[in-house]
């Protein structure tokens, strides 16, 4: 626990994985505090994302998984994640980059995993692209009314759980239904997925990892600017 450890004397690789139990065990002020000394010993902001805060979740997930953490306590790691990348977004964000285009992105109907979906909107804003996070359990027709509304070139959806990554299908056939399914890129994204997967239900393609998404999203509006 940081209380009784002074982190300002500590090494960064200690610091960082401190931060991850920290961030296991849910103590949000203690993450909070292990970012901004991190910042201020200039680390970059995607390296204290990535070694510190991604790093501690995958270990909740392992542990969630073999039973020996439960729902409770994996809120609390949460809500301790989200209070770290409260402090990285803005920095993730700072860009003077032009507009690249629209991205509307959300978890798909049944599904209110949203770490993963509010990550990659903080790196596709600092890319330079409007983001617009429709957040959690989106059925088809709250996609497509946000495509529309906001006139979006890029659609993206995750999904973390088995049983919610078929409704990503149900989505595509909307967009084919409405006759704007070629108007539209399709990225998606979330642990159980893979490329077979995205190619199966027609998407564009299938983003292992935010930086990934920032990528595959600059590569295809660069081809769908040249037609
Ligand atoms: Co849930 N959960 N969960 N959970 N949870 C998983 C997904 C699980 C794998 C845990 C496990 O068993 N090991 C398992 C799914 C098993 C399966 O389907 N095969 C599971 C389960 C079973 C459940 C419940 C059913 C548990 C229950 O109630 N019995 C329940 C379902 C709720 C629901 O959605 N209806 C549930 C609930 C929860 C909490 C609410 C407690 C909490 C979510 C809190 C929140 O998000 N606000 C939670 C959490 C935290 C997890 C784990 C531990 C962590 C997920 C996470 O945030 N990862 C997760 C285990 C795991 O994934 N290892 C687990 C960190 C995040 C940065 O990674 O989301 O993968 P990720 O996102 C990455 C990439 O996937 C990609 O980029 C991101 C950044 O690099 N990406 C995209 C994701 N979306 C993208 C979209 C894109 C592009 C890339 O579009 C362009």
Avoid: W
Avoid at 69 to 83: H, I, S
């Amino acid at each position: 626990m940081s209380d009784e450890i002074n982190i300002k004397e500590m090494p960064t690789d200690e610091l960082l994985e401190l931060m991850g139990e920290d961030l296991y065990d849910g103590y949000a002020d203690e993450v909070v505090e292990e970012v901004n000394e991190l910042l201020s010993r200039s680390m970059a902001p995607y390296d204290i994302l990535t070694k510190g805060l991604v790093a501690g979740m995958d270990i909740v997930g392992v542990d969630f998984r073999d039973g020996i953490l439960f729902v409770p306590e994996v809120l609390m790691a949460a809500k301790a994640m989200k209070a770290g990348m409260a402090i990285l977004r803005p920095l993730l964000a700072e860009t003077g980059a032009p507009k690249m285009g629209t991205l509307v992105i959300g978890t798909v109907k049944g599904d209110i995993h949203d770490i993963g979906q509010n990550l990659v909107s903080m790196m596709m804003e600092g890319a330079g692209f409007e983001v617009i996070n429709i957040g959690i359990n989106n059925d088809a027709e709250a996609f497509l009314s946000a495509i529309e509304e906001h006139n979006a070139e890029i659609l993206g959806m995750s999904a973390l759980l088995t049983t919610t990554m078929p409704y990503m299908r149900v989505v595509i056939d909307a967009l084919k239904e409405k006759g704007i399914r070629q108007d539209i890129i399709v990225l998606v994204g979330g642990a159980p997925l893979n490329e077979a997967f995205a190619e199966d239900i027609e998407a564009d393609a299938y983003c292992r990892d935010a930086a990934v998404a920032v990528e595959t999203a600059k590569k295809l509006m660069a081809i769908k600017n040249k037609r």
